[in-house]
């Protein structure tokens, strides 16, 4: 059993930029790949960011590349998004996801591969 903990969210203006965090119970962190998806009000939860369990993989939606950068720290069971340069879109909960061993590019944007959960983090972004 994983729990899956996020911290981090909050009410930015657009420009700005968070740290979201996803804290890890358990000893075997780096055998799952982690993945963060949002829910904006009113829509359907989509993929934000994937990252394999070495770290060596990582993928993103193509609404946030070049802005987020997804990473891990296999010693702390903790993943991190950072998110930069935020618009009013990308207002949402975001949710950190694991996944027992990795996925391949667009298997990693499927919700159902998932294993674990996060209870998510706000994040409102005022234009």
């Known amino acids: 059993q994983v729990q899956l903990v996020e911290s981090g969210g909050g009410l930015v203006q657009a420009g700005g930029s968070l740290r979201l965090s996803c804290a890890a119970s358990?000893?075997?962190?780096?055998?799952?790949?982690m993945g963060w998806f949002r829910q904006a009000p009113g829509k359907e939860r989509e993929f934000v960011s994937y990252?394999?369990?070495?770290?060596?993989?990582?993928y993103y939606a193509d609404s946030v590349k070049g802005r987020f950068t997804i990473s891990r720290d296999n010693a702390k069971n903790t993943v991190f998004l950072q998110v930069n340069s935020l618009k009013p879109e990308d207002t949402a909960v975001y949710y950190c996801a694991a996944k027992r061993g990795d996925a391949f590019y667009f298997s990693s944007r499927t919700e159902r591969l998932y294993d674990y959960w996060g209870q998510g983090t706000q994040v409102t972004v005022s234009s």
């Open positions: 990252i394999s369990g070495s770290g060596g993989n990582t």
């Open positions: 358990g000893r075997t962190f780096s055998s799952y790949a």
